[in-house]
């Protein structure tokens, strides 16, 4: 496997396609067919992503802090819901339905638009929750997906590379 290589550019070379790295460009060459952009996509890819991590430690804190003056937890969501809901484009937390139950269950208001997709499941018989975070910033069809629960904060749960 080339290191620093993401699973699109793999999948390419995969193909039988020629990529080509130089300085701040990257090119795909597809027969006589060259596609060259900018590497800094990549960049862009890793910015996209940094959101969920953050966002699921935003909702563990307030998982934890409505089990603080409660005595419980609430799920809301599900990860089928919350795929169905990721689109290329931000969107705000109105057009999300689980997004808008973490909001009026947890008072989570990121201020933001969402990017990622995120959801909470409660186990009844550990008495604990665990908070979901998933985004398919670079388009291949492979979330990457973040947890945490009120052991732990944020954590990669996807296979690595996957963004």
């Known amino acids: ?5 993401t699973p699109l550019t793999r999948g390419l070379l995969g193909a039988g396609l020629v990529v080509f790295v130089c300085g701040s460009f990257a090119s795909v060459s597809i027969g006589a067919i060259v596609i060259t952009v ?8 890793e ?9 699921v430690d935003a909702l563990r804190k307030h998982q934890l802090a409505r089990d603080a003056s409660l005595g419980s937890f609430v799920p809301c969501g599900s990860r089928g819901d919350a ?11 109105a057009s999300d339905p689980a997004a808008r139950c973490l909001s009026t269950m947890l008072g989570w208001n990121p201020s933001e638009r969402l990017l ?3 959801w909470t499941e409660v186990d009844a018989a550990t008495a604990d929750f665990t908070v979901y975070g998933v ?5 291949d069809g492979n979330y990457a997906e973040y947890r945490a629960s009120s052991r732990e904060t944020s954590r990669v749960a996807s296979l690595p590379g996957v963004r």
Do not use: H, K
């Open 1 to 5: 496997m080339l290191e620093g290589t």
């Open 38 to 45: 900018p590497a800094v996509l990549r960049a862009r890819t």
């Open 47 to 55: 910015e996209l992503v940094a959101e969920v991590p953050a966002q």
């Open 83 to 93: 795929v169905r809901s990721l689109t290329a484009e931000a969107r705000d937390r």
């Open 116 to 118: 990622g997709a995120y």
């Open 135 to 139: 985004i398919d910033a670079d388009g």
